[in-house]
């Protein structure tokens, strides 16, 4: 009888070590064996789907979830389910082959009280952070729940995902989860760094990048925290000077994403990524003025074309200047009645005054030529010249996803101006404003990274 016992010990461990290294030939042939062994756990009580889950071996989770038996929400020691394990490691084939088997996303663990949002966002996995949302939307949580409820959920501390993504120096995930209705504002509890919004988080950690993607959402400067200070006092306390120097009171106001605009929530999403690189890179223009001396520079946006450009492009070409500051191409078009403008003066009319998050949304801004109520933003469509074959052809760019229009952009200067362009209403106060871990779990030491 203790020879059987020991067997099925070893058994079991040996379960656990082809799940870990993705023998999927063993795993099959021991369940096959002792189908009892897809409910046994280790001393941390971790499953087999956990273990699979967080060392992100696919195939094993989806063998293990063909088993009626296995529980997609089992808890491990702390509370932790596979899903999170998965987020926590940034296993992104697992999450999603998770919430397919309807793996609860509203779950909370006993060590933090957070959920795999929570983890995903303090890790800084964003494509498990995207799905993890997409899921949100579309499953009962949205309904039963509320989406805009469970973007703000808040961990034991009163934390919220967008506060551990400012705090851990995560712009990626503190963009999509402020694209996704995120509270910039929003304070935390009395335990930990008591009352601090997102921006005060960003600022301890010395994060640059996530003051940008704050700030940009309408972070407020002068919010204070439990402690009566401010974003700009917590950057000097931690010696993050270059981060102090954006979050200082005195310094201009950056341009905010007009996020209570109607049409601004609706627009598509390309012609929404070309107002966002809009918006940054005026910041970073303003950027520059107030970092001068303090010896931290401006880096370039990684998204930007550094290449060389397409000598297709004839530089006759037809693309059509924007009539309002006639230094940029146009990229934005008005849906209705077709006129177009630069991606800048499109935010200029949307962003030259902050938004009050405390108030209605604003009444839509109207189009520069005609005067009609703008409802809706589409990327322009235009017309260039090209020389193929010592023969002119003219074909239509999209000047989203075309990067041959680069060579007919000039730089915006935010020093200069024009006198169309501040001939519009409202418009000269933009002037004024414009100068972002792995591990692995073993069966021999089991122990994940306290938080």
Known sequence: MGQGLSCRVQEKHGLFTAVQFGDLKLVKSLLERDPSLVQQTTYDRNSALHIAAANGQIEIVSLLLEDQSVNPDALNRHKKTPLMLAAIYGKISCVEKLIEARANILMFDSLNGRTCLHYAAYYGHSD???????????SHVAASWGFSRFVNIRDG????????AARQGRPQCVHLLLDSGALVCASTGRNGFAGSTPLHLAARGGSMDCIRELLAWGADRLQRDASGRIPYLVALKHNNEGCAALLNPSSAEPLVWPSPLKFISELNQDAKALLEQALMEANREREKTILKGTGYTVQSPSHQDTGSTDDTISEESETELCCICFDQVCTIEVQGCGHQMCAQCTLALCCHNKPNPTTSSQTAPVCPFCRSNIVQLV????????????HDL???LDLYSSTKVQKLRKPWNLSEGSSSFKGLSGVPSFGKMVGRGSGRISVDNECINKT
């Open 157 to 164: 501390k009163g934390a919220t995902p967008l506060h551990l």
């Open 394 to 396: 003219d074909l239509d």
């Open 379 to 390: 990327v322009a469509k235009v017309k260039a010249k090209v020389n193929a074959s010592d």
């Open 128 to 138: 498990c952070l995207a799905t993890i949302l997409y899921a949100a939307r579309t």
